[in-house]
Each structure stands twice: as C-alpha cells, then as structure tokens.
C-alpha cells in the first residue's frame, strides 16, 4: 500500500468516527476526541467444518503473536467459540494504541521476515489445503468511559477456567446506536465493575460489516461466577433505574452473544 493511499485510509476512517460520534447530544464523552483512547482489531479466522484448525492455531501462536509483539503488541487473545453461532472460527483480538497502529498492521506485517519463516507452512499452504475458509475483520474504537483494555486479576494468572464473554449490540438507526454508546458512558460502565462483571473493553464499530454497532467484552474467573455477576446486573438499582429511564428505549435491535474461551496461547 503506498503512503498516499494509508493516508487516505487513516483519514477516512478518523473521518467515520468522528462524524459518527457528532450526532450524540447527550454523549459529551463520546464527543471527546479519540486521542488516549484505544483501537481494538476484532478478526475471526471462519473454518469449512472439514478443515483442521491445527495449522491455524500453529501459525498464530509460532508466528503471528511473536511477529506482533516484536511491534510492541501486547495482551493479544486468541479465543474458540463454545457452540458456535456461525460454524468453527477461531478469534483475534489485537489492541493498537492509535489509528496508525492498526493501519500499518494491516498492511506491512507480513513484510516481516521472521514472519513469514516462522509461518511458511500457513502461509505457503497449496490451494488445496487452505488454513481458513475467510477472514472477518472489525475496526472498534475505545469508549470513553474505558479508554485503555482492562485485564483482570484472574486473566493475568491464567485462571484455567476463566472465561470470556463477547456481545454485539446492533442498532435500527446510528442515532440510537449513539445513544446505546451513551448509556454506557453516563453509568451503565460504572455499574459493570461494581457489579464484577470485568468488562474487558468497549468498542464502537467504525468499520467492518453490520453497522452501526458496538462491541464488548466480560471476563470471569469461571462459568458459575460470571452468571452470579450478570445476575447482580440485573437487579441492581442503578441498572434497573438506567433500563426503565425512556432516554435509552430501543437502543438495542440485535445482542449477539459468545461464549469464548482463551487457546493455551492467548495473552488474555
């Protein structure tokens, strides 16, 4: 990719947000500027239900999360799905501290060398023997209320049983999904930790497919404490007060919940 042409890329992806973000009276928050406030790739590596996973999970872990961290990546999870919503995939998530980190990952890492040896098998595979089906890929930006990824206690001791929840909030218009946005910011975040919910990140959609949308994460220890955590949630006054408050009616159209689990490899 030319310089003139990440350039423009940069450009209108800042452009995208912005003007996403203009609409938001209520949102002071999310009018702030995007500085300080990170950018998370969401990739999910899809599997034909005959394809072995095995080469994949190889390169990620031999190549593709040592060639990112030599770029100063760090907290890079890799996760597979429990049940499946769409067929087998595996799940990427790689934080970069600003636009033109996700830029230049998307378009100069594979001109790393060690990379490339490292991943020869991936990524030199015959056209009869694909490492993936297709790669999907999301662009999210930070919310203001949780500007940096916050990793728990028990993600960073590798509890064996930890786990990860990832939902996807999709809205009928960009002006409720601006508001959905909003609800978070004004308190509905707060309320998450209180509760220890952990949430990972919040992310905004600002490129990839079903816009407009927000995505997050939560995290615990195991199964059985992440729904004594959602059940605290949902009748805590403060919540129960944000729910039931007209302002943010019908904000959500689609939740679309998974259930992940962090490979051996995964730095979450």
């Keep these: 990719m030319t310089l003139a042409r990440r350039d423009f890329l940069k450009t209108t992806l800042t452009a995208s947000a912005a003007t996403a973000f203009a609409g938001s009276a209520s949102a002071v928050s999310a009018a702030q500027p995007a500085s300080g406030r990170e950018y998370y790739e969401l990739r999910c590596y899809r599997l034909a239900p005959e394809m072995s ?6 390169y990620l872990e031999k190549a593709l999360l040592p060639a990112l961290a030599r770029r100063g990546h760090a907290n890079t999870g890799v996760f597979t799905e429990d049940q499946p919503k769409d067929g087998p995939a595996v799940w ?8 033109e980190s996700a830029v230049a990952c998307s378009t100069t890492l ?6 490339r040896a490292d ?3 991936y990524l030199e595979t015959p056209r009869t023997a694909p490492g993936f089906a297709r790669i999907d890929s999301w662009l999210l930006l930070a919310f203001a209320s949780m500007p940096k990824m916050e ?9 064996p049983d930890r786990l990860f929840e990832m939902r996807t909030y999709e809205s009928y218009s960009e002006v409720k999904a601006l508001k959905k946005m909003a609800m978070f910011d004004d308190g509905e975040t707060e309320i998450m930790r209180k509760v220890k919910l952990a949430p990972l990140f919040f992310g905004q959609g600002i ?5 407009p949308h927000l995505t997050y994460m939560t995290c615990a220890p195991d199964a059985a404490a992440h729904k004594a955590h959602w059940d605290a949630f949902r009748v805590d006054p403060d919540w129960v007060r944000m729910r039931d408050d007209p302002q943010y009616a ?3 159209s689609k939740n679309t919940p998974r259930f992940l689990k962090p490979t051996a490899y995964s730095q979450l």
Excluded at 110 to 115: F, N
Excluded at 151 to 159: D, G, K, L, T, V
Excluded at 207 to 211: D, K, P, Q
């Design 151 to 159: 990793i728990p206690a028990f993600s960073r001791s590798r509890a």
């Design 92 to 99: 990427m998530l790689i934080t970069h501290p600003n636009l």
């Design 119 to 121: 991943g020869k098998d």
């Design 250 to 252: 019908h904000t959500v």
């Design 53 to 58: 996973a095995s080469p994949l999970h190889g």
């Design 110 to 115: 594979l001109a790393d060398p060690q990379l």
């Design 207 to 211: 490129a990839g497919t079903n816009l």
